[in-house]
């Protein structure tokens, strides 16, 4: 009796079940993986660790590994397809990790959806570029680390919502997040709302439950 | 010149235009909103003063003043309204003006919304009794001062994107919001996004870019 | 001489000895454990490592060692049972090492106790399933993570003493259980006790003497 | 309807309803007075100004109003009066606000109470001169700023539960109050728990809870 | 001998003398005033009060006010002009106290200056309008309070050294100017340096040292 | 008895009692104060507003009144007077009020003393000048807010004891005084002790202890 | 596509493209290095690890590993030199490798350099005897962690612009770096600039183009 | 040239050169032990790792190794001692570090010592015990963790001089010492200075210079 299982989420048609590994052990995270899986639902595990992955695959090999977003997902019957997009925008190439966390989410949760990377304001051609692909979404999901201004500029420039993910990538008053956070706070692009630090999870699964409406 | 207008969210028909009045003074104020008001669409002041929301009401005796929300409206034109409502929920009774500026907000964007006040989690039932009228709802704000739990509990009970605005309600170690707001940031409720500490203007504008996808 | 030890609490009739292993050698420890054991009394070790653990396992093979919460104790002569129940209640599977601290600890101080975990506020239906239960004991321990707001939410659904436990688990703008801690300090249920993050062995010492009165 | 009464408290038999008065407004406060006392029970406002104070005395003349505690009590049928005691000892003159709103608070929920004030560890003697009375009480109150250190030095020589309150007291690093804050969870004197800074009432409500078990 | 006058800086020629009023009495200001004036140099007062400055321009009627800045300038001899122009770049109508502190100092110091103000982030195409313009100068002051994300953005939009000058515009998590003074330490634009928040002096000081060059 | 007063200090011939005004009301003051002067010490009082130092005043006319410390001074019988003398050396004319503090106080405890203020390093050489004269000293008090880099300087140079007094001069990152504070406490200069922000009576307290062992 | 290589620096001829190491992978770093070097142009990288250099310099063996300053430079082309020079000035021995950083990079980037290192405050005179040397230079890069005091010293000492590096350097109340950022943001020597805690690379970015306007 | 060697403090007879190793190398730290202890002197390494310890002893074997204290002495010559004692005084076990570090500076300076460890305020009477011997001492330095109380009372208890250190033991709340350091800084007892956290060097440095006035 380790854990009290909330099969509340499981309600909700087609949506997978999600494991929070980081503090469990691999036996854990195996048990409850299995529980799950053996209802036929879709399941997702994030925060997942190379040794935890690997047990689970041996378990059910068909499960998908992304050791970048560090997720395994196990997808069971028909999956969904929504008619709207999320687009994933990121900062730098550091913040992949957290761009694959919510990728992995928003594609699970039965989304459409665009990446964009490295296209931070130090070149902000680059977003320039690809901003008739973001518009395209229907909301849209930015990650950044370091300064975050990226949820800022953006935020101005589309008519959608932004879900702003803090990275704690960055060194020195970077404070492992807290100066991307507090700037994604504090932003003066109106309708920007923002989750903790590194939860690519989070942002997704709110982004998800909005392109669902 | 002591501002470059931007005229870039007015191009959204039917959105108001929005003057933030923290740090201006009464005659700059005032001046603004005649410059708004003339192009013939709505305009919403929010942290107005007395004195300003006086100066501005002298001038557009139809506008409406929410003292307590800190805001005047003025109404020019043929109001929108949404088919699906927001619901705006809070703690207690200290959180009020932060409620009223989300409410004066939402409506002036053209939504229907719902109040459910002080039914914050030291008597969760009263929670509980309204929780029908708030299921309702295509959106929710969720506002709260001191610890901040309303959030997660709400977030764990309904199914539609949830919108956090932590409130600087509370002393000592609530430190001006600090505290609501890490909880709200670090909700094991999937799905929470949220705002700046008291920003239920953001929290509003972001839960009308929802409610009207 | 390396320690003064304080016998002050062993004048307490039936309570056991504590050893604080942290920052302590596992020679340092299997010493002070030894000292203390040859008085007769019952010994708890807390913070204890696996290496000291062996090693005190090796002094006193009847010693019962729980490494999830890191303790090891010693029962010598007949141990007391209080009528009244002490409940220890926790949000999430990974706040485990902190509860089973606390077990140990109310037991070793001879009470009688009730574990309830996994019942965090994301799905506060679980909660709700073990209330009779909770309601049957003398005083409540608590003990949460990330935001903490199981803490409240209990605190406004019984009428004992709730002694609330901030852990460190969660990650980002949890800043090491700093969130959990307001939370609870600022809780607006009344009557909500606080100590320190982590300190399973602190509230259950707490529990323990209110249970005893 | 700008408040949802929280009937929930008044069931547990001779306890007061409690308003917190801080960001009410004065007829707020008298009209949740009123609508309070009219069903017979005891009344406590705390955190009460003295122009709203004014306006609750002129509708209940016989109610007590402690203008350096901050509280008016009225008193209606008789009252409860506990076995047991609550000792209130506080470090200085400045922390004496808060031990008056913790001592009507105790006062008014029925139990017998002693006050020890001006004992701070700077000059110990004074403390140990009061132990004997210390140690009568069932629960004891610790009340201090500044550096907050007479809760580890009393926690030390009773054998009682400790409840600290951290005081706003003192000037720079003292942070408002986050210096005795920090000092009293971290005690090495075990089983003390903590209230919120200048959190007379809670510490209050919870040692209540305790003696009255 | 309240002050030990550092003619140090007057060595520098053509740099006018400083007078930082915060801290300092009316009559303290009027008297640092009247014998740095006396020496025929230029004298600069910042942070001055509405008060002192009147008794400032009581005594030097020719001396400009200037409110918004807080400062009062006193111009004596042919006063130098450079070449080379450094830019005042601001966010928005709030940050203008500041930009008038730096643009009175550079001017005092002799430099030719553009002010760009109200072009943040929200409606970038404000700045890009601008750019031209920006680009002609030699060094570069950015002022911006909330996310003080300007800074990036400029930053990587041009090849000059860039000054960021946090402001305390804000509120909520901006922490008074601590959000801003974060992103511009942490600008993945390369090449930003940045002041004090609030510091328009300084900033115009260093651009000033650079423009001179 | 809203106080316990501390004769401990008393018994230390010569010393004076001191009163720490802040949280006390005029009476409470006045009262202390005549109950102190009645034994024939000297009496001092610290932080005292301009109101209770005319209370003073008016019932001791032989008192010295410092308002720019802050302090009211009543001498009687003979004063003592060192052979030694301590050294205050301040930064800035903003630090007055604190250097005016702590030399009331090392006078009134009967020691020798010279002030040099206003030496602050962004003019070096102003110390330099003073150099010989803080040599003759057996202690030296530095009070600097701001960086606080005077500290670290004169600690490099003196062979003395020096106490540090971090002031809350300085605004924005300045944080009230945490910046100097934290560089005194992280000074490269070794024997560098540091008291609370702006705390002259605490370093002129230790400073007189040191000056006559 | 894992990132977006911006090109718009390498427009700025002569300009070295710059990589910052610390978030990828070896793979990931030799890839872009070559990448760049192919283009013809100088390529630096920044916070390159052993491994990651080894890769890189088995693929271009002329390039130069500095493993203090964890950098390696391909220098490609005729290099160009400025005619003036800039001065690195660090506190300490630890300092060292952001001073490397620093170094590595102005080198890089064409300009005539000075190290004058370990001339803290604790011992003055060691500054003062590298004074002539180092008003040689056009702009001055200070170093220093600790309190940071060396860049006000320094600060009031030169008529040059001034950037300053707080470093990581210390323990306790240095907080990783944060005392010396606050000393530098402090300074109450004008017109000094700073940059991230121990960004020698950004420091050395903006005094290159302070140096070659 | 690493390292510019300050011989400042070579020239009070008697002193040790003292070489902090934490972020110096082995082969940094033997070469500086070298070049110091041809001059004659004492030499003290703080800070340092066994591997460095073992490299300077086979240099110089009759070097006394404290690994707790981290420490190598080398004493030369004859060696001073004061007439007078330094007390050092310590709350746990958990402080030995810290302690010895103190002892080894202060027996290397020429000072006679006292220690007096384990008598923290959770068990008073342990403190009372040693009083006397340690109120034969002419300084006093305390060494805390945790809420570090210990200083306020021992303050409160003698009439010498008090240098408080506050250690990182401790976990949660303390902050890695920032309680114990604020709780220092906020004495009631006057007459308290502090130091950095865990810097028992610098509290024995100023011990000394006061021991020998
Ligand atoms: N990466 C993540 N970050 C935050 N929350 C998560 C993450 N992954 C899963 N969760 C949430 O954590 C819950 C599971 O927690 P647990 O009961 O500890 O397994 C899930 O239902 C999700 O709502
Ligand atoms: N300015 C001051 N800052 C800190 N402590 C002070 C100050 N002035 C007096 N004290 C101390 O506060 C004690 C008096 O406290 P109280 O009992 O509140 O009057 C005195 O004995 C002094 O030790
Ligand atoms: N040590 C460093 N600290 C901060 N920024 C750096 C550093 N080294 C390189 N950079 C910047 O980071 C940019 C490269 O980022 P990336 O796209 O992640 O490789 C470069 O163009 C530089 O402007
Ligand atoms: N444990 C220590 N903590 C703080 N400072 C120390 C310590 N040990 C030595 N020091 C100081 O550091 C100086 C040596 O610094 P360095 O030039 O880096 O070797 C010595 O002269 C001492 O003043
Ligand atoms: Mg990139
Ligand atoms: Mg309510
Ligand atoms: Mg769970
Ligand atoms: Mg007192
Ligand atoms: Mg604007
Ligand atoms: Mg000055
Ligand atoms: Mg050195
Ligand atoms: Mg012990």
Same mark, same amino acid.
């Given at each position: 009796?380790?854990?009290?299982?909330?099969?509340?989420?499981?309600?909700?048609?087609?949506?997978?079940?999600?494991?929070?590994?980081?503090? #469990?052990? /691999? =036996?854990?995270?195996? +048990? @409850?993986?299995? %529980?799950?899986?053996?209802?036929?639902?879709? *399941?997702?595990?994030?925060?997942?660790?190379?040794?935890?992955?690997?047990?689970?695959?041996?378990?059910?090999?068909?499960?998908?590994?992304?050791?970048?977003?560090?997720?395994?997902?196990?997808?069971?019957?028909?999956? #969904?397809? /929504? =008619?709207?997009?999320? +687009? @994933?925008?990121? %900062?730098?190439?550091?913040?992949?990790?957290? *761009?694959?966390?919510?990728?992995?989410?928003?594609?699970?949760?039965?989304?459409?959806?665009?990446?964009?990377?490295?296209?931070?304001?130090?070149?902000?051609?680059?977003?320039?570029?690809?901003?008739?692909?973001?518009?395209?979404?229907?909301?849209?999901?930015?990650?950044?680390?370091?300064?975050?201004?990226?949820?800022?500029?953006?935020?101005?420039?589309?008519?959608?919502?932004?879900?702003?993910?803090?990275?704690?990538?960055?060194?020195?008053?970077?404070?492992?997040?807290?100066?991307?956070?507090?700037?994604?706070?504090?932003?003066?692009?109106?309708?920007?709302?923002?989750?903790?630090?590194?939860?690519?999870?989070?942002?997704?699964?709110?982004?998800?439950?909005?392109?669902?409406?």
């Amino acid at each position: 009796g380790f854990a009290t299982l909330d099969h509340h989420r499981a309600e909700r048609v087609g949506y997978p079940e999600v494991i929070y590994c980081e503090h #469990k052990t /691999t =036996p854990q995270v195996a +048990a @409850i993986f299995k %529980a799950l899986a053996v209802k036929g639902h879709n *399941v997702l595990a994030t925060r997942i660790s190379k040794e935890a992955a690997e047990a689970v695959l041996n378990d059910f090999p068909s499960a998908r590994y992304n050791p970048l977003g560090r997720t395994v997902a196990l997808y069971q019957g028909i999956q #969904k397809e /929504t =008619p709207h997009k999320i +687009a @994933i925008v990121s %900062a730098g190439t550091s913040d992949l990790n957290v *761009v694959e966390e919510a990728y992995e989410t928003v594609l699970c949760f039965g989304n459409r959806v665009d990446k964009i990377v490295d296209v931070g304001v130090a070149g902000i051609h680059r977003l320039f570029n690809k901003l008739e692909l973001i518009r395209e979404a229907r909301v849209i999901i930015v990650v950044a680390g370091m300064e975050g201004a990226l949820a800022s500029v953006l935020g101005g420039l589309v008519d959608k919502p932004v879900i702003a993910v803090p990275t704690s990538v960055g060194y020195g008053a970077s404070f492992n997040g807290l100066s991307a956070l507090l700037t994604m706070l504090n932003s003066c692009a109106s309708g920007i709302t923002v989750v903790n630090i590194d939860n690519g999870f989070g942002a997704a699964y709110a982004a998800s439950q909005i392109n669902q409406l």
